[in-house]
């Protein structure tokens, strides 16, 4: 993830910060290496969104062609308490997802249909 929170506000991984995941409110920790982009993950393993994917620079440059504050919503379906966290969710509430590796089918028809 891109973003975590810290207090009200969404911040981006910087080495040694601890945040909150803006989907689940579990504790996550800033990854600030030199072989993959700064990015937060879960101190463990959790039930956040089982649709997030690792997240490489060709993602991440096809999110920041948005507005941060677009950038990686989470959404909350309250009929069947799934939640998710949308690429980008724009001012008109339109989704956007970017996806660069295969997924089946039924997997993406299920993506299109949440919410
Ligand atoms: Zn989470």
């Not at 959790?46 to 948005?66: A, I, L, Q, V």
């Not at 008109?92 to 028809?109: C, D, M």
Request: charged share 30%.
């Amino acid at each position: 993830m891109r973003f975590a929170l810290l207090g009200d506000n969404r911040i981006e991984a910087q080495p040694k910060l601890n945040g909150l995941c803006c989907c689940c409110s579990k504790p996550v920790i800033a990854k600030c290496g030199t072989r993959k982009i700064w990015h937060w993950a879960h101190k463990s393993k959790t039930d956040c969104d089982n649709w997030w994917e690792p997240e490489t620079e060709w993602h991440r440059t096809w999110k920041n062609n948005y507005p941060a504050d677009w950038q990686e919503i989470a959404l909350f379906d309250k009929r069947t308490s799934e939640k998710h966290i949308a690429d980008v969710l724009t001012a008109n509430s339109l989704v956007l997802e970017f996806q660069h590796s295969n997924i089946h089918p039924q997997e993406r028809t299920s993506r299109e249909r949440f919410l």
